[in-house]
Every structure is written in C-alpha cells, then in structure tokens.
C-alpha cells in the first residue's frame, strides 16, 4: 500500500512537470524537446558583469600602449632618451609625494 501511494505521487509529479515545460513552449515558442530552463539576472549581477568587460577593455587598451611605446623606445635612440628622462622625473614626482 505505500509502495502505491509514492508511486502515484511520483507520477503526479511527472505529469505536472511535463505540464508545466509544456506551458514553457508555449509562453516562449521552443520546439525542441528537452526540459526548459529560465534563468532571470539580477541587475547586481548584470552591472557587475559590465563592470567587468569595463575594465577588461581598459586594461587591454593600456597593455597594448604600454607595448607601443616599448617598441618605440627601443626602435628610436631618441625617443628612448626621452622616454628615460619622463620616466625618471616621474620617479623623482612620485616619491616627492610620498617623501612629503
């Protein structure tokens, strides 16, 4: 006897769920078979995310103009002068105002 009633349950409980992925095909006009899933994002996680390729993309910009400027100095004894030079008052800048 309780055998029967979980097996009834078990199959009440298929039913209402190809019921429901039936409802899912509809509401969204999906053919193919398989069990349907909707995933809703928060607005968290979607703002996060873009932050995310924000700075994804800012960093890849920096990255390759760091390595322009690299090959620059080191193709050009000129600019490689100058470039040394900026990197050094930035040095000198930069502990002056961490120094005080």
């Given at each position: 006897m309780?055998?029967?009633?979980r097996l009834a349950a078990k199959i009440e409980q298929q039913e209402e769920q190809k019921k429901q992925?039936?409802?899912l095909r509809k509401k969204?006009?999906?053919k193919e078979e398989g069990i349907i899933q909707i995933v809703k994002?928060?607005?968290s996680e979607i703002i996060i995310n873009?932050?995310?390729s924000l700075t994804k993309t800012a960093l890849w910009i920096?990255?390759?103009f760091l390595a322009l400027t690299g090959a620059l100095a080191l193709l050009y004894p000129d600019t490689r002068l100058a470039m040394h030079s900026?990197?050094?008052d930035l040095?000198?800048?930069a502990l002056s105002l961490i120094g005080g």
């Open positions: 309780r055998y029967e009633n992925q039936e409802k969204f006009g999906v994002k928060r607005m873009h932050l995310i920096l990255i390759r900026l990197g050094l040095i000198d800048q």
